[in-house]
């Protein structure tokens, strides 16, 4: 089931029907790491019994666990509680239900905040607009889905602690045209904390560092951040909270002008003390901005990146900037 609390208060989940070898519940929390995935619905589930440190091979990092509002809950008998379930944890619906709306629209922003705040991103400030408000969330590689929603296991469904999982889940890479959740792909982190923890850090593996190129054709075309590259994607934001309706409307995402470029420039300009360490003086390298991979009545996203301060004629080097002082920033004439 893949995809912002007015503070966000991570929960313990206990889980009844989970048990390791010592009898002991596992407790599902922020930053708990999971091993195993099981079939849930026609969705993929971190199986919860299978905690691991974070150092050991995982599929899921978790972000947060929250309460679901009432408008997402239904049923009296376990019948009615377990199809309630049954509903929320389906992801493939052509016509999904209000309670399934409802849940769609609470965890999207709940579970947003959660990787927000988990990867380091609730500092970043766009304007007069903080990291919240304007809804923030890290851009990351394709090999990891974020935030990924599952619903709590049927036992502590039934027992009333009906909840929802925001995690990371890491897969291999997704075959184009697949409508199918990719396979599983365990990862580790070289110590016990978990990996999207280092997204605003030098620490986070340049593979899941999302970066852009130009192909033969001139075509912008996302590309491994450990190869030459245009740009490096540091996060999405709402165009419409940070610029107001007035530009979302005057905007055509298929034809910005330079004066909308401009603007969208000095929005993400000064969010770059954000995401580069203290004593970058932006010789090498300056924040950019872009619209989103998504532009619609729902998702209106703009993009702030990284690139060399005269991006027309230099490509950055191999390697990731972000959260560095860009000392090593290797400039390279574009071909």
Not at 76 to 81: A, I, L, N, S
Not at 250 to 275: N, R
Request: glycine share 4%; with cysteine.
């Amino acid at each position: 089931m893949r995809a912002w609390t007015t503070a966000l208060v991570v929960l313990g989940l206990s889980l009844s029907g989970c048990t390791k070898a010592d009898n002991a519940d596992p407790v599902i929390k922020a930053g708990t790491c999971i091993a195993e995935d099981v079939a849930d619905a026609n969705d993929r589930a971190p199986e919860l019994s299978s905690v691991v440190d974070c150092s050991q091979p995982h599929v899921y990092e978790v972000l947060a666990v929250i309460d679901l509002p009432a408008a997402a809950l239904a049923g009296e008998t376990q019948q009615e509680k377990l199809a309630n379930r049954t509903d929320l944890a389906t992801v493939d619906q052509k016509k999904p239900s209000s309670r399934k709306r409802a849940f769609t629209s609470f965890t999207d922003r709940r579970c947003a905040i959660a990787l927000q705040e988990f990867a380091g991103y609730d500092a970043v400030e766009l304007g007069s607009t903080d990291a919240r408000a304007a809804m923030v969330v890290p851009v990351l590689a394709g090999s990891v889905t974020v935030p990924w929603v599952n619903v709590s296991p049927k036992e502590q469904w039934l027992n009333d602690e009906r909840q929802a999982i925001c995690s990371a889940r890491f897969s291999a890479a997704q075959k184009p045209g697949s409508t199918a959740a990719a396979p599983a792909k365990s990862v580790s982190s070289t110590d016990s904390k978990p990996i999207i923890a280092k997204a605003s850090t030098p620490h986070l593996p340049v593979s899941l560092r999302q970066c852009t190129s130009y192909d033969a054709k001139g075509t912008r075309t996302l590309t491994s951040c450990d190869r030459r590259h245009y740009s490096e994607i540091l996060f999405n934001f709402s165009a419409k909270a940070v610029m107001g309706q007035e530009f979302v409307d005057a905007v055509d995402p298929d034809s910005l002008t330079d004066e909308q470029y401009a603007e969208l420039d000095k929005i993400c300009a000064p969010a770059l003390a954000s995401v580069m360490r203290k004593g970058f003086n932006g010789q090498a390298v300056q924040a950019r901005a872009t619209l989103g991979s998504r532009w619609d009545a729902q998702y209106q996203t703009a993009a702030c990146e990284l690139t060399a301060v005269d991006s027309r004629t230099t490509d950055l080097g191999p390697g990731s900037l972000a959260w560095t002082d860009a000392s090593a920033a290797k400039l390279i004439p574009v071909k």
